[in-house]
């Protein structure tokens, strides 16, 4: 039996060597902040998860002109492999990743908004991540990085709509997958920063699945050899467990109806013998998913952001858990506590970490607290304007979790003395879409017509 | 950031290379022949996609006595990862793993029944496998083995249950996951010595999800550096990629109700600091689930009867280029045909292979042709007592792939001039079972009343 897989891969390999010699750089190093504008802070960064970041930049591009009184500004946060060119501009006119949605007379109307999308922070396209230097070190983070939440990367973001545009309120804060999270957790964050949420193929917390399914890419990428534990820049970037992980995370991206429909149990080739290599044509199409991906995206940022998405969770137990950490963290930079404990801490931080709080290992919940415990989390924001969009056929961020999010804070809109109508939720039935969790990608006008009609009624 | 999973990985490729040298084998090499009843066959098996295995065994096990008529005999087919010991036996007392179903007034009642149950063919647990000694090389096959269907692995029972035990009727030919498939294609293959079919969590055609999971399986293990092609006999198995195969496949084993009940989001230890390492608790449930199997079964065993799984299809277009396949190697291997380019054939086989017959690339079918191809194919047995059980919760074999191996039966049936009911059809609902696919191991009353209801009625 022959394996043209492995030895593409091989040869992969060869090349890249051969280019580690003579330059140039792998793709995934070649960032694209020429592209892009840059917002610098020399404020530290606290984080939810202990430790802090002394200073950072986020990468970001604008469509559309902010208003005089800046109302008219739409905070759009991206998914995981995203960057934040979700649209053509000057300085990049190639496509952007939701260019039909962006535009005059679009969705996202830009006659009328301003939009804002950034690269999120651990990213690596432009905004500071593992791949960026470690100032107090001089040489790249790479796995010396901190452990970031999705909470996190919008504080980022936030210090930039305030201290670079002077937006006081967002319009609107929206975003689908990963941004779908982000949106919720701005709201979370600043909740009287925001007029209205949409949190399309989002969730309100992870669950088992989606952690299962981002916990073996995640395990493919760090056992390939070339990982080497996070420390592979200017050397041979693990390519194959990019290849891997990114295979995986195809197959949560779309979805069976549209997999039966478009690939059947078809053999790319019915007149070869089986082999072990890719062969029916669903196989070939993860196999080019990976091939092109594989040097496209820097490791250490998808294992960071992939982690940082396992952990979101709204609920009240981890919000709570996460400031008091931040708090501490806070106090020990500025040197405002002094207790022996708080020196230990201090005086362990090598480079920008602060060792974690310990606490008594927590009571795990049973699934009555957990839901009620969710439920304090998202009434913190259940008075304001929200429109939930799931799709039938996600498997990734299922459609239940977005009936979660949407019941939770009618909910929380009633506890507060609302009615609950300043929540919408609107579901993809699978033949409205079979794309699965990509379906925002792909069923545009699916999303796009609820989206403007709840971004324009006041 | 330490990565303790990492480096336990690295201790169990120092302990197994020091055991390399000094014994004993890694424990997946140690078949358990010695347990086992063994039949031979001398004769070759020719194989649906070509080629054939010269000489073959079948390792098995049984439990009741066989009548003097021998109309009780079940033939129990098992899934990819089990064995034969599905009870203890005189020979191995180690508890199976159906063992509380298969006893006495159990649900397969030994009192009443004479049970078979083999190792598959391809598989490492004493039937001829890739570990097995190819006796034309006097060395293991390795990848050199050829590629197996479902249905081949039947072929090789039949002239057990034939040859060995003279039963000309089976009473029934059951089996869950693989063993769904088995069943099916035994009837398919003998339709007139089986009387009733029991197929639980199985299907008859694969689909593209479960495909692209076992491929993303496939894929991390072959990529394995100690993989080597397949040839790592006697050297160091590539352990890594076995565990994370596992870990992918344990996803598709279990299911969200059941995750969302037993782990949720808890973390393991919450007063540690997050990190890349298995951390919640589902991602340690999955580290383990790899760490008991890495060594446990032969990894070539587990490419070879995971792609056997993606490549059935009892549909007629796949089942008659099969039979035209296997016909052709017998044909020249019995020196009928002597075409030039038979002879071709016949002189590249080095040791069991005969090249593929090579056809025109077929068409695609549409989704109507392709229902219309399992209606022909699953026609032939559907005349005959079959009873489907499916469970809703199960994402590996959905419910929807029981219902369309009932539906077309029963249309079949009709065809034939019945009236359908000879065709049973039990779904179990999440509150039956929150298992998914594992559910015939974990809900066995659900499964086993049925079950035995079935077995008894006339």
Same mark, same amino acid.
């Given at each position: 039996?022959?394996?043209?897989?492995?030895?593409?891969?091989?040869?992969?390999?060869?090349?890249?060597?051969?280019?580690?010699?003579?330059?140039?750089?792998?793709?995934?190093?070649?960032?694209?902040?020429?592209?892009?504008?840059?917002?610098?802070?020399?404020?530290?960064?606290?984080?939810?998860?202990?430790?802090?970041?002394?200073?950072?930049?986020?990468?970001?591009?604008?469509?559309?002109?902010?208003?005089?009184?800046?109302?008219?500004?739409?905070?759009?946060?991206?998914?995981?492999?995203?960057?934040?060119?979700?649209?053509?501009?000057?300085?990049?006119?190639?496509?952007?990743?939701?260019?039909?949605?962006?535009?005059?007379?679009?969705?996202?109307?830009?006659?009328?908004?301003?939009?804002?999308?950034?690269?999120?922070?651990?990213?690596?396209?432009?905004?500071?991540?593992?791949?960026?230097?470690?100032?107090?070190?001089?040489?790249?983070?790479?796995?010396?990085?901190?452990?970031?939440?999705?909470?996190?990367?919008?504080?980022?973001?936030?210090?930039?709509?305030?201290?670079?545009?002077?937006?006081?309120?967002?319009?609107?804060?929206?975003?689908?997958?990963?941004?779908?999270?982000?949106?919720?957790?701005?709201?979370?964050?600043?909740?009287?920063?925001?007029?209205?949420?949409?949190?399309?193929?989002?969730?309100?917390?992870?669950?088992?699945?989606?952690?299962?399914?981002?916990?073996?890419?995640?395990?493919?990428?760090?056992?390939?050899?070339?990982?080497?534990?996070?420390?592979?820049?200017?050397?041979?970037?693990?390519?194959?467990?990019?290849?891997?992980?990114?295979?995986?995370?195809?197959?949560?991206?779309?979805?069976?109806?549209?997999?039966?429909?478009?690939?059947?149990?078809?053999?790319?080739?019915?007149?070869?013998?089986?082999?072990?290599?890719?062969?029916?044509?669903?196989?070939?199409?993860?196999?080019?998913?990976?091939?092109?991906?594989?040097?496209?995206?820097?490791?250490?940022?998808?294992?960071?952001?992939?982690?940082?998405?396992?952990?979101?969770?709204?609920?009240?137990?981890?919000?709570?858990?996460?400031?008091?950490?931040?708090?501490?963290?806070?106090?020990?930079?500025?040197?405002?506590?002094? %207790? *022996? $404990? =708080?020196?230990? &801490?201090?005086?362990? +931080?090598?480079?920008?970490?602060?060792?974690? @709080?310990?606490?008594?290992? /927590?009571?795990?919940?049973?699934?009555?607290?957990?839901?009620?415990?969710?439920?304090?989390?998202?009434?913190?924001?259940?008075?304001?304007?929200?429109?939930?969009?799931?799709?039938?056929?996600?498997?990734?961020?299922?459609?239940?979790?977005?009936?979660?999010?949407?019941?939770?804070?009618?909910?929380?809109?009633?506890?507060?003395?609302?009615?609950?109508?300043?929540?919408?939720?609107?579901?993809? %039935? *699978? $033949? =409205?879409?079979? &794309?699965?969790?990509? +379906?925002?990608?792909?069923?545009?006008?699916? @999303?796009?017509?609820?989206? /403007?009609?709840?971004?324009?009624?006041?």
């Amino acid at each position: 039996m022959s394996f043209p897989c492995l030895e593409k891969l091989e040869q992969r390999t060869k090349n890249l060597e051969e280019n580690l010699e003579n330059g140039p750089e792998p793709a995934y190093s070649k960032i694209t902040r020429e592209n892009v504008e840059i917002y610098k802070s020399n404020e530290p960064l606290f984080l939810d998860y202990g430790g802090y970041l002394p200073q950072y930049e986020v990468a970001y591009e604008t469509w559309g002109t902010l208003n005089s009184d800046k109302s008219n500004a739409i905070l759009l946060h991206t998914g995981l492999s995203a960057s934040s060119h979700a649209h053509s501009t000057e300085k990049n006119p190639k496509k952007g990743w939701w260019e039909g949605f962006i535009g005059p007379g679009k969705y996202l109307d830009t006659d009328k908004y301003f939009i804002v999308c950034t690269n999120v922070l651990g990213g690596c396209f432009g905004s500071t991540g593992p791949q960026s230097i470690d100032p107090m070190l001089g040489e790249p983070y790479a796995t010396r990085f901190p452990i970031l939440s999705v909470n996190d990367m919008v504080r980022a973001q936030h210090e930039l709509i305030i201290n670079q545009f002077g937006i006081r309120k967002l319009h609107a804060s929206m975003g689908s997958s990963m941004g779908g999270m982000q949106c919720l957790a701005y709201a979370h964050e600043f909740t009287d920063e925001v007029n209205k949420i949409i949190s399309i193929s989002g969730c309100a917390r992870s669950h088992p699945y989606s952690i299962a399914m981002r916990h073996c890419q995640r395990q493919v990428l760090m056992t390939d050899p070339n990982w080497n534990k996070g420390h592979y820049y200017g050397q041979l970037p693990p390519h194959t467990g990019m290849k891997l992980a990114r295979e995986i995370a195809t197959i949560t991206y779309r979805s069976g109806p549209e997999w039966e429909q478009r690939f059947g149990v078809e053999r790319a080739d019915p007149s070869q013998k089986p082999a072990l290599c890719p062969d029916f044509l669903i196989e070939t199409y993860l196999d080019h998913a990976g091939e092109k991906w594989c040097l496209e995206f820097d490791p250490n940022s998808f294992l960071y952001i992939s982690k940082g998405m396992d952990l979101f969770d709204l609920g009240e137990r981890n919000r709570t858990k996460a400031s008091k950490s931040r708090y501490q963290s806070e106090n020990i930079y500025f040197g405002e506590v002094v %207790s *022996e $404990t =708080d020196l230990e &801490y201090k005086s362990s +931080t090598s480079c920008s970490f602060v060792e974690p @709080i310990k606490t008594k290992r /927590s009571r795990r919940f049973t699934a009555e607290e957990a839901e009620e415990d969710l439920l304090k989390g998202l009434s913190k924001f259940a008075h304001k304007d929200v429109l939930v969009i799931g799709v039938e056929s996600d498997i990734l961020f299922p459609a239940w979790q977005q009936r979660e999010i949407a019941s939770m804070l009618s909910k929380g809109s009633k506890l507060k003395g609302g009615d609950g109508s300043n929540i919408k939720h609107v579901e993809l %039935s *699978e $033949t =409205d879409s079979f &794309y699965g969790h990509d +379906t925002f990608l792909l069923a545009m006008d699916h @999303i796009g017509k609820p989206v /403007s009609e709840f971004l324009s009624v006041d």
